[in-house]
Structures are given as structure tokens and as C-alpha cells.
């Protein structure tokens, strides 16, 4: 099992709609966990921390289940704006280092 | 400004010749790291370090090397022995296993074998 999975995608949508990714990670002892945002050709930018209690800002809402090693992250009513990929990412072990899903892409369409 | 900076942001190589980016943040975080990726393909590991005089290979560490001689500076040497280095390279920095802030990173260097 790879130590971060994504949802392979791409994700083509309308606008207005909601999406969601999907993210599994293997190792039980991770301490932190986040989504990155890739515009094309550009590094990444944090989009959003995963809070134990799951966590809103704005049209987003990012939700992080221990047991079942599970985050997720919502986008309601998307904006063309919104196309990009959307990476997860995880970090622990012992290291503490940064462990990047493949990335979901997603496409939002007029 | 904090932040992390890299430079060159493109960066031609001939076959054979090793080439040297650099990576140089004053965010004082501790780890550093540096990730390749290639077209529509995630980021993968080369090298990361937790401390100055310290590192560590990554996923794909073979044809590369780094070196940590101030906390600052982390920089990422494409040597000969890598067959394909054409790709986009991240370096990012984050405080380490002392913290949980977020990773940050330079704006990206584009290598390309000529």
C-alpha cells in the first residue's frame, strides 16, 4: 500500500458544483496533514491544514478521520478559479517528513 | 520578506555536466527538503534534511547530491550520473518534528538536458 493514496482523477465539473477528494494514508503514527493546491506549472500552496475536528473555510471543508486513516476535502459551489490539482499531504513517522499524494486534478467548465 | 527562494528558475544542462540549484529560505525552519516532479506526475522525495550537517536520501536519491552547511541553505547538485534529469524541482522547508506548521515552498527551478 503507498503511503499517501489520491483518487487519480482528473475531475471535470460544472460550475456550482460540489467535489470531492479523497485521501488514504498507511502509516497510523502521522501527526499532521494538509491540502496543497497546484496551479500548472507552479509550485505548491497550501490551501488548507486538517484539523482532528474537521475544519471550514469558506467554500472548502477539509475532514480527517484517524481511525479509518482517512481526509477528505470539499469544494461546494466551484469556480472556474478552482481548476487545478489538489494534492494531500501527510507528515510523520519519526522524521517527521512530508509525504505527497500523486495529486487529483480537477477541471472546473462554464 | 520571509520565504524560500530558488534560483535559477530555468536551468539548461548538457549531457555529461553536473549542475548545482539553489535553495535558500529565512523562514529559520529546520528541515528542508527537495522534490522532483515530472508532467502530470505527483512530487517524489530526492533528499531531505532535519538539521544543518545533516541529511537524508529520499525515494529517488541515485544521481543527486545535497549538502546542509548552514541552516539556511540547502543546495541540490544534478550530477552526470542521472540519465533523465529534465524535470521541475521543489525545495520546501517546514520547521521539522518540533512543529506542525506547513510546508513552504521556492517557486521552482525547470532543468532541462540539452
Known amino acids: 500500500r503507498k503511503e499517501v493514496e489520491q483518487d487519480p482523477g482528473p475531475f471535470n465539473v460544472p460550475e456550482g458544483a460540489t467535489v470531492a477528494f479523497n485521501c488514504t494514508y498507511s502509516n497510523s503514527a502521522s501527526q499532521s496533514f494538509f491540502w496543497y493546491r497546484q496551479d500548472c506549472r507552479k509550485e505548491p500552496k497550501l490551501l488548507m491544514s486538517v484539523y482532528s475536528s474537521g475544519n471550514e473555510d469558506g467554500r472548502f471543508t477539509a475532514q480527517l478521520n484517524r481511525a479509518s486513516q482517512y481526509i477528505s476535502l470539499l469544494i461546494r459551489d466551484s469556480k472556474l478559479s478552482d481548476s487545478a490539482t489538489y494534492l494531500c499531504v501527510v507528515k510523520g513517522g519519526s522524521q517527521g517528513n512530508l509525504i505527497f499524494g500523486k495529486g487529483t486534478k480537477l477541471s472546473v467548465k462554464p | 520578506d520571509g520565504g524560500i527562494t530558488q534560483s535559477p528558475k530555468y536551468l539548461f544542462r548538457k549531457e555529461g555536466q553536473n549542475v548545482t540549484l539553489s535553495c535558500e529560505q529565512n523562514?529559520?525552519?529546520?528541515?528542508m527538503y527537495w522534490y522532483r516532479q515530472d508532467p502530470g506526475q505527483g512530487l517524489r522525495l530526492i533528499y531531505y534534511?532535519?538539521?544543518?550537517?545533516?541529511?537524508q536520501k529520499g525515494d529517488i536519491a541515485e544521481g543527486y547530491s545535497v549538502s546542509r552547511e548552514k541552516k539556511e541553505s540547502f543546495p541540490l547538485t544534478v550530477t552526470s550520473a542521472q540519465k533523465n534529469p529534465t524535470a521541475f524541482y521543489l525545495c520546501a522547508s517546514n520547521m521539522g518534528p518540533r512543529g506542525d506548521t506547513e510546508a513552504f515552498f521556492g517557486q521552482g527551478t525547470r532543468l532541462t538536458v540539452v
Open positions: 534534511s532535519q538539521i544543518v550537517n545533516d541529511f
Open positions: 523562514l529559520n525552519h529546520d528541515a
